[in-house]
């Protein structure tokens, strides 16, 4: 199994400016200067893939990587920080 087998068939490959303006969408900032600088200098950021020298999104992948970083709800810092419920719900409008 190549990592390309885990992308859905019709997943859209977004490039750095279109993964950040996809995020922006879901409420979450970051510059594409950001995402470079994730990729190079941690091993966390949302999963790449290569065209040559042109890095790309699959938006399914981006989605799921944004949503396991938010944390759930807190009302205080002392609360201890617990991985958020934020899977895609059918009842939310989409952006």
């Known amino acids: 199994m190549t990592d390309l087998d885990i992308l859905a068939a019709d997943d859209v490959l977004l ?24 990729f190079c200098t941690r ?6 893939t290569h065209l040559g020298r042109t890095p790309y999104y699959p938006r399914s992948l981006l989605h799921d ?4 970083r938010l944390t759930g709800l807190r009302s205080s810092s ?3 920080r617990r991985t958020g ?5 059918e009842d939310r409008p989409s952006l």
């Open 65 to 68: 990587w944004a949503r396991s």
């Open 15 to 38: 490039n750095r400016k279109e993964a950040s303006r996809e995020l922006l969408k879901m409420g979450i900032r970051r510059s594409p200067a950001t995402l470079a600088k994730i």
């Open 78 to 80: 002392s609360q201890p």
């Open 43 to 48: 091993s966390d950021g949302p999963p790449v």
């Open 85 to 89: 419920d934020w899977s895609a719900r």
